[in-house]
């Protein structure tokens, strides 16, 4: 499931981060690349003990804790630390490429595997050409690109890409979760009956029939979830 969720960020955080940005010391994201994914690889990245790491992980996680549609879609039980990176100049692209299935956070023994991934945009588009990501789905290639503060939220199984940028440099904070639910097909149901329950509730009131339907939620999700 390819999902959008706008507002992650607010304008207050935004302009927060562009500040911490401003004097962020980048280096070569080749380092945390897998070996084909090096091969493709050509961005920049911030380390992840940086100030403007800190402060950026902190608000994007306070951005997503507040935010319903991302915990109902990502289900999420494990999150790896987001980090940072931008593209422009002539670090300007990542090529088609899987994630690594398993992520080690850094600085402890804890892994993460990446049924989900997700980018959160942290500058506007206007502010660059090129920069898509390219997500290979069923129905073929999507290209996503979106307002500063909105996040995509895409499966990790996906072949993706993001695409030369051109013009200026696009800044994104980066990050996998591993769900509750590991496969896709299973969330994306899970996901359409919570939203659809929720807009029966909006329009009729709790019914004897939306009770049942979170009867039937609570039980697919318990056959469903590792915990
Ligand atoms: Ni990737």
Known sequence: MLL???H???PKDLLAAGKALA???WTDGRSTAGIQAAQVKNNEQL???CEATRSIQAMVLKG???NATFFSAALPKKMFPPRINRYGGGSNFYGNHVDNAI???PGNAQRVRTDISCTVFLNSPDDYDGGELAIADTYGEQLIKLPAGHAVLYPGTSLHQVRPVSRGHRVACFFWIESLVRGDDQRR???ELDMNLLRLRERHG????TTALTGTYHNLLRMWADT
Not at 206 to 209: D, R, Y
């Open 189 to 191: 149901l899970l996901y």
């Open 206 to 209: 709790e019914t004897l029939e």
């Open 23 to 25: 004097a962020a010391p």
């Open 8 to 10: 992650i960020l607010s």
């Open 4 to 6: 959008t969720i706008p």
């Open 64 to 66: 997503l804790e507040g």
């Open 47 to 49: 380390p992840d003990d």
């Open 103 to 105: 992520r080690a956070v």
